[in-house]
C-alpha cells in the first residue's frame, strides 16, 4: 500500500488550493483509491474515538500504514514550503562555515606558504 498527498493549485481561483489524498494497493499498485472528505465524530471523554473509528491503524507487527501515511502527509507539507514547528534550517550557517574553511585554507597556502595538502589535513605533514 502506497500512500500519495496531492496538493492541487488552483492560480484560476485566487491562489485555492485543494488537498487529494490517494492510496494504492494491490499486487501492482494498480488499484487506486481516492479518499473522500473527512468526516469528524465527538469524542468520549478521554478525547479518543472507538477504535473503529480511527482514520488508519496498523494491521500487525509488520504493517507500516500509520508510519506511511504520516511520512506522505509530511513529505508533501514540506514540498509546500512548511516545515515542523521548531524546526531550524543550518543551510545558511553551513555555507557561512564552509566559506570560512575555504579562507582559512587560502590565508594558509598563501600567507604562511604551507603546501595546500598540508593545509587541509596536517596529519600527513612531513617530519
Excluded at 500512500?3 to 487529494?20: C, D, G, I, N, S
Excluded at 504520516?70 to 557561512?96: F, I, K, M, V
Amino acid at each position: 500500500m502506497t500512500w500519495t498527498f496531492y496538493v492541487e493549485e488552483q492560480p484560476q481561483r485566487m491562489f485555492r488550493k485543494r488537498l487529494h489524498i490517494l492510496r494504492s494497493e494491490g499486487r501492482d499498485q494498480h488499484r487506486l483509491l481516492i479518499a473522500k472528505p473527512l468526516e469528524f465524530l465527538e469524542a468520549d471523554g478521554r478525547g479518543m474515538a472507538p477504535e473503529e473509528n480511527c482514520l488508519i491503524a496498523d494491521a500487525g507487527y509488520r504493517d507500516h500504514s500509520v508510519q506511511a501515511f504520516l511520512q506522505s502527509a509530511l513529505d508533501a507539507a514540506w514540498e509546500q514550503g512548511l516545515r515542523p514547528t521548531g524546526h531550524h534550517d543550518h543551510t545558511n550557517e553551513l555555507a557561512a562555515v564552509r566559506a570560512h574553511l575555504d579562507d582559512m585554507r587560502t590565508i594558509v597556502g598563501t600567507k604562511l606558504k604551507v603546501p595546500l595538502m598540508f593545509a587541509v589535513n596536517p596529519a600527513i605533514r612531513p617530519k
